[in-house]
Every structure is written in C-alpha cells, then in structure tokens.
C-alpha cells in the first residue's frame, strides 16, 4: 500500500515540476524566464559526411558567420547582420510581422561539432532599427519628430518577448515562426553541386 502512495506522490510531483521550470521551450527557440533572455538551438544532421574544418570554412566563407574564437570542435561568432528574404519564406510584405521588415538581423552563434552533426547555439537575438518602427510610433504618440533610434541594437530579450510577470509573449508566435525559417536557412551546411562540364 505504501508503493502505491508513494508512487501516485511521485508521478504527482513529475506532473506539477514543469510548472515550476524556468525554461520554456516554442519549437527551437528557449526562453529562460529567470535571466528574461532568449535563444535558438538546434542539432543539424546532413545528410552527407562533412567534417569540422569544412563545416568552418562553409560559413567563414559564405560571409554567415564571422569567427572570434574556436577550439578543436567548436567555433563562436557573430552572424553577419543581413535582413531577412521574406519573400523567400514565403511571406509577403503585407503578411510579415511590422518588426522583421527590412531590419538587418543580429546574434551570437555557438557551432559545437560532434560525428557529422553540429549543434548551432544563437544568443543575443535581435536587430538593427532601421527608423521604421520608431517613425510609426513617434508620429502616432508625438507626431511628425525625427526618429532617435535608427541604428540602435533592439533585443528580443525582455520586453519584446516577456511579459511584466516573465511569462512569454504569445503574440510574438507570427514572428518566431519568421525567424525560425530565417535561422534554420543561415545555419544549414549546404553544399554546392558541381555542374556536368559535358551539358
């Protein structure tokens, strides 16, 4: 009787840990309530034999990923700020969230190597105001100023995806459906194939 009760107590307990977690995972993006801030991660598997040194030069060379520090099997850098393509997503001008529209895209990425897989880590998610969303807000709050902000860092930690009581934002869903796609198209080791020199 008492393996019973401990076991209902014990399944109980699993039940209502969750609850309690400080980290809440939305496909693969993490948000860490605690410290307010977000990250990427994901375990890519190609479907072809590649090594560390050819998974390094792929995205040095293609001008994703500039290196500042690496080991045996790991690099660190920043992303290339670029835009994000939206059209290439499949989303058009009108169907993209107001805040990815023509910004230049930042983070910090971590690529760990292991067997023919790597795991790419992105942190300090954000972008580069380029004057748009603070011209909207200025003119509707204000009117006609000029904007302070263009060329400022914006994160996506805190406020823009936390509320007050550090729950996660839902309607920040549209947009980390976006950057997902945009992430997962930076970071994927893509090979080119050689054309047949007889066409």
């Known amino acids: 009787m008492f393996e019973k009760i401990a076991l ?6 699993l039940l209502i840990l969750p609850s309690f977690s400080q ?20 375990v890519f598997e190609p479907g072809q ?3 560390f040194n050819s998974l390094k030069t792929y995205f040095s060379e293609n001008g994703i990923i500039n290196i500042i520090s690496e080991d045996s099997n790991s690099f660190k850098g920043e992303f290339e700020k670029r835009p994000i393509d939206n059209q290439k997503y499949g989303y058009s001008r009108g169907r993209t969230p107001m805040v990815l529209i023509d910004v230049e895209q930042i983070f910090n990425v971590s690529i760990e190597f292991k067997e023919g897989r790597y795991r790419a880590i992105l942190t300090n998610l954000g972008y580069i105001d380029d004057g748009v969303m603070s011209d ?24 823009f995806s936390f509320k007050g009581n550090n729950k996660v934002r839902k309607n920040i869903t549209s947009i980390l459906e976006l950057l997902d796609k945009f992430y997962l198209d930076m970071l994927t080791f893509k090979t080119v194939e050689n054309l047949d020199e007889d066409w």
Not at 8 to 13: A, E, G, L, P, T
Not at 23 to 42: C, H, L, P, Q, Y
Not at 136 to 159: A, C, F, M, W
Request: proline share 0%; net charge negative; hydrophobic share 35%.
């Open 8 to 13: 209902v107590i014990v399944f109980c307990f």
């Open 49 to 51: 034999d590649i090594d």
């Open 23 to 42: 980290v809440e995972e939305i496909g693969n993006f993490r948000f860490d309530k605690a410290e307010r801030t977000v990250s990427w991660v994901k």
């Open 136 to 159: 909207l807000i200025n003119r509707s709050l204000v009117g006609q100023t000029s904007t302070t902000s263009k060329g400022n860092v914006e994160s996506y930690n805190g406020d």
